[in-house]
């Protein structure tokens, strides 16, 4: 995504000709780029976290905490899966494209549906096996 937006922004502004699409294939790179990393954030517990009321439980109740949080995050990814499937159908069903190179955008919204599926199931499995919590000792 860089050398395309270095070529074409070169292009644009010294050569007058930009790269015909290249927003588009930026647009849809950030949205893989993102999606992608989506299941890999949460694996690796490294999304915002606020630790304060870890400070005023007992240290008993924390875990516990720990793991309704994962399954209520969890449970928010298994619905914004099922809000996104949806959508990927209507759109898929519209035959939307991107305007310029006419790239079908159903393919796409379908992959951010099994990255939040995924994501989903790495806060289930941290439900049962919740594993260091190393987001909360980075924090002060």
């Known amino acids: 995504m860089m050398v395309l937006t270095f070529f074409d922004v070169v292009g644009r502004y010294l050569l007058n000709r930009p790269i015909r699409g290249a927003f588009e294939i930026t647009e849809l790179g950030l949205l893989v780029l993102i999606f992608a990393g989506l299941p890999l954030v949460s694996h690796a517990d490294e999304h915002v976290t606020m630790d304060f009321i870890d400070r005023m439980l007992p240290a008993r109740a924390v875990p516990v905490l720990i793991r309704a949080v994962h399954a209520l995050v ?20 519209y035959g939307d ?14 992959f951010m549906a099994a990255m939040i599926f995924l994501s989903g199931l790495v806060h289930l499995f941290k439900v049962f096996v919740p594993g260091a ?8």
């Open 97 to 110: 494209t991107t305007d310029v190179l006419r790239i079908a955008v159903g393919p796409f919204v379908y």
């Open 133 to 140: 919590r190393r987001a909360a000792q980075a924090t002060t």
């Open 74 to 93: 969890a449970a928010v990814f298994f619905f914004l899966t099922w809000q996104v499937i949806i959508k990927a159908g209507r759109i898929s069903a």
